[in-house]
């Protein structure tokens, strides 16, 4: 008996326990439902989506070259004498820069002189021994014509024996010595005049040695070959120098204009291509804006110069090339950059706050929009770069959607939110003239972030939102 009622004690006081328990996990649940329906709605600050021309701005990275790039190398052999100008200077086209040792071409130019002298002597002389030859030339004529008279007028005496045979035979012998003599006479004319042309060749041969001495020795001062900045000199006073050596005494850059080569994806190329023949962009602006390593913009926009024709096969890119003013001399060749270059304009675009996107474990993009219930719904979307520090959506939205730009964190598919809008939200620029890729606020500028040529666009993590 006393073991039964032990157990009918430890029966009750066990049922108790359960039911006093029961009650407390309801009242919890009750309290929490409750609460539950006491808590106002979240609220969200949202963007009413509209659509508009967009400019499409792409961002390379790029190194600056010189304009014009000049390595100075003696045109003589010599030793330098002096250095003529300042390291690391600017100098100006033809400016002396160096001066070499000009005793050997000075003692050529006296040698080259005294040639041209002996040359035109000769020529005198040549001309002296023509007009002789010329004189005895006459001289010959006049004896030939002679013997031929006297050997015509007895050709009619001796048929009739007026004179010896032999007298007849001795005028024809005169006519032919006269012959003769005239013969070698015309030829020393010839020959002295073949030595006039001898002499003109001789001087010419004398003035051009005389002038390749005189350019020799205007070659001892080494001049600048273009305008622009040095850099250290390769040889010092006393060096020796020679017109084959393959090291230049210095290098010239001209730097106002300056270059800056930048490197696009072949694949990047072709897709904005195909875009722009199937009519969803259109061909952009060939102003270039750079950024400097530092970060800062610079102040002077550039212009598009060239695009090679070919594809690099180490790297898979097309090389462009700006130019830019640098009359200040702030870009050096070599500098680090990165160009921001509006390629092409997106005709149908909506332009949404960075915080508003974010990416799934998929790498899908995704924005949060308040339907006409107040609820959230998820809705994915397609994005092309960025502009102004904005995402560019191409696809996935409509006119008019509330899109969530704070708040986002806070809420979930299918919730009941309060929309506001969004406080001092920037109007769409557009390509039209309602903005332009310069006009950007502070806080815009700070948070561009342009989209990198070749590489897909990313976007923030469901957990990394802006708002949060």
């Known amino acids: 008996m006393k073991h039964s009622y032990l157990a009918l004690v430890i029966a009750s006081v066990l049922s108790g326990a359960v039911l006093v328990g029961c009650d407390k ?12 329906q006491q808590m106002p709605p979240a609220v969200v600050n949202v963007q009413t989506v509209t659509f508009d021309t967009v400019p499409q701005v792409q961002t390379f990275s790029g190194r600056t070259a010189a304009y014009q790039t ?23 086209k033809d400016q002396p820069m160096y001066r070499i040792n000009t005793d050997n071409y000075a003692t050529s130019i006296t040698s080259g002189e005294a040639a041209v002298a002996q040359a035109q002597a000769n020529y005198q002389t040549a001309l002296a021994n023509n007009a002789n030859a010329k004189a005895e030339l006459g001289s010959r004529q006049a004896s030939l014509a002679q013997a031929v008279n006297d050997f015509q007028r007895l ?22 010595t006269a012959q003769a003599a005239l013969d070698s006479a015309r030829a020393t004319v010839g020959q002295t005049q073949a030595g006039i ?15 390749s001495s005189t350019l020799d020795l205007n070659r001892t001062i080494v001049r600048a070959p273009i305008s622009g900045r040095t850099e250290r000199s390769n040889v010092t006073a006393g060096t020796l120098v020679s017109a084959s050596q393959a090291n230049p005494l210095v290098t010239i850059s001209r730097l106002d204009p300056i270059y800056v080569d930048i490197s696009q994806s072949s694949s990047e190329l072709l897709k904005l291509r195909q875009q722009i023949s199937e009519g969803k962009a259109q061909p ?12 800062s913009v610079y102040p002077v926009r550039g212009k598009l110069a060239l695009s090679e024709a070919k594809v690099d096969e180490s790297t898979g890119a097309v090389t462009l090339r700006a130019i830019f003013p640098n009359s200040n001399n702030i870009l050096l060749p070599g500098m680090y950059v990165t160009a921001r270059l509006t390629q092409s304009v997106i005709t149908n675009a909506a332009l949404v706050p960075q915080s508003a996107v974010t990416r799934t474990p998929k790498s899908e993009t995704q924005v949060y929009i308040v339907d006409e219930n107040n609820k959230i719904q998820v809705r ?11 995402w560019v959506v191409t696809d996935g939205l409509k006119a008019g959607d509330k899109v969530v730009v704070i708040g986002g964190s806070k809420v979930k598919p299918e919730q009941e939110v ?31 972030v342009d989209k990198p040529a070749g590489n897909e666009t990313s ?5 990394e939102t802006a708002a949060n």
Not at 25 to 36: C, H, K, L, P, T
Not at 197 to 211: H, P, V, W
Not at 459 to 463: I, V
């Open 25 to 36: 996990n309801e009242d919890a649940a009750g309290a929490d439902a409750a609460a539950q």
């Open 459 to 463: 976007a923030k993590k469901p957990t």
């Open 70 to 92: 000049a390595d100075v190398r003696p045109q003589v052999n010599g030793v330098i004498d002096e250095v003529l100008f300042r390291e690391g200077g600017n100098v100006k």
């Open 197 to 211: 042309e001898s002499a003109k060749a001789g001087i010419q041969t004398a003035k051009a040695g005389l002038e």
């Open 155 to 176: 050709q009619g005496l001796v048929e009739i024996d007026a004179i010896s045979k032999q007298q007849y035979d001795q005028a024809q012998t005169q006519v032919r």
């Open 418 to 448: 309060v929309a506001k809008p969004l406080e001092n939200a920037n109007p769409a620029p557009s390509a039209k003239g309602q903005g332009t890729p310069n006009a950007k606020t502070p806080q815009q500028a700070a948070k561009t």
């Open 380 to 390: 994915p979307v397609t994005i092309n770069g960025t502009y102004n520090g904005q």
């Open 284 to 295: 952009g602006m060939n102003s270039v804006e750079l950024v400097l390593e530092d970060g």
